[in-house]
C-alpha cells in the first residue's frame, strides 16, 4: 500500500484517510461485492465507474474540507474492506449521521461495530457534535445489531422512505447522544 494516514482501531485493522488514488481499489472492491451490498445501499449502481469512485471521493474530500461529511476507507492489513463515514453534518445543531459498509468475508468480526464506535468518539470528542443517527433498511439486521452494540436507540421506522428504483424501503432510525455514548462507554469497560 502507498503512503497514507491511518488509525488502528483493532489488530490488523485501520482507518485510513482516503486519497483519489484509492478510487480504483475502491471501485474494485465494491465491483467484488456488488450483490451482498445492493440489496442495502441503493446508491450503488451495476454500470458504475473508477471515474464515479474518483468523483466521490472527490466529493467526500471536499466535504471534509467545509465540515460536512468525513470519509475513512477500512482496511484489513493491506486490503481495503469497506468504508464509514460521518455525512449530512449539521454543525448549526450539531448532528451527523453515520453511514458504513464492508465486504462479505468480513462480517461478523466486530469490525463494522469497532470502526462505527470509534467515529462516534471521534465525533462526539474531536468535532464536538451532540447526535448521531443511523438510519438503516428494517431488513438490516446486521446494522441494527451495529447500531445497538455501539449504544444507538431505536426512536422509529421510517415508512416508505427510501426509493430504490423498484419499490419504497422502510427505514429504521436509530440516534446516540453524547452524553448517552459516554454513559454506555463507561457500562461496557
Request: aromatic share 12%.
Amino acid at each position: 500500500m502507498k503512503y497514507h494516514l491511518s488509525i488502528e482501531v483493532m489488530p490488523q485493522v485501520k482507518l485510513v484517510q482516503p486519497e483519489l488514488y484509492m478510487a480504483e481499489e475502491l471501485y474494485y472492491t465494491i465491483k467484488e461485492n456488488f450483490v451482498h451490498l445492493a440489496q442495502f445501499l441503493d446508491f450503488l449502481k451495476e454500470d458504475m465507474t473508477i471515474a464515479d469512485e474518483s468523483a466521490y471521493l472527490k466529493m467526500m474530500l471536499q466535504q471534509q474540507v467545509e465540515n460536512k461529511g468525513r470519509l475513512f476507507l477500512i482496511y484489513h492489513n493491506d486490503k481495503l474492506i469497506g468504508t464509514v463515514d460521518l455525512h449530512k453534518i449539521d454543525n448549526q445543531n450539531k448532528k451527523a449521521e453515520i453511514g458504513y459498509w464492508i465486504a462479505k468475508g468480513y462480517t461478523g468480526k466486530s469490525i463494522i461495530t469497532t470502526c462505527v464506535n470509534y467515529i462516534c468518539e471521534f465525533s462526539f470528542e474531536v468535532m464536538g457534535l451532540n447526535k448521531l443517527i443511523i438510519m438503516a433498511d428494517i431488513r438490516n439486521k446486521a446494522s441494527k445489531k451495529v447500531a445497538e452494540k455501539v449504544g444507538f436507540t431505536f426512536v422509529a421506522t421510517d415508512v416508505e422512505d427510501v426509493f430504490d428504483g423498484e419499490s419504497y424501503r422502510d427505514m429504521n432510525r436509530y440516534i446516540l447522544l453524547r452524553k448517552d455514548y459516554f454513559q454506555h462507554r463507561s457500562q461496557v469497560r
